[in-house]
Nanobody, 124 residues
Framework: QVQLVESGGGLVQAGGSLRLSCAAS????????MGWFRQAPGKEREFVTA????????SYADSVKGRFTISRDNAKNTVDLQMNSLKPEDTAVYYC?????????????????WGQGTQVTVSS
């Protein structure tokens, strides 16, 4: 059974930092692009960041560029999201996803596996 499990969410004050982690089990995703998406209440799930299979390419939404950093460890089958300088508008459920191919993808339809999500709340 393939699973992606996110952890590290929580409540933080504006300006603070959080590090999310996504652990994959059931198969290796070392040849797959990985991504993070988020969904705020009443809004559609939106792209946050993505990384290609070997970590050599990344992409970020304009809203998080310069504040968030995605990384991966293929030996551990994990993908992390370091979030700095958090803002109240970053409040959302954050989802880890594994793409069906190896590149960097910003669109949801490229992703075949999704985690259950972890809540991030940024207070002002």
């Amino acid at each position: 059974q393939v699973q992606l499990v996110e952890s590290g969410g929580g409540l933080v004050q504006a300006g603070g930092s959080l590090r999310l982690s996504c652990a994959a089990s059931g198969r290796t995703f070392s040849n797959n692009g990985m991504g993070w998406f988020r969904q705020a209440p009443g809004k559609e799930r939106e792209f946050v960041t993505a990384i290609n299979w070997n970590g050599g390419l990344t992409s970020y939404a304009d809203s998080v560029k310069g504040r968030f950093t995605i990384s991966r460890d293929n030996a551990k089958n994990t993908v992390d999201l370091q979030m700095n300088s958090l803002k109240p508008e970053d409040t959302a459920v954050y989802y880890c996803a594994a793409a069906s191919a190896s590149y960097v993808y910003t669109e949801k339809y490229h992703y075949s596996y999704w985690g259950q999500g972890t809540q991030v709340t940024v207070s002002s």
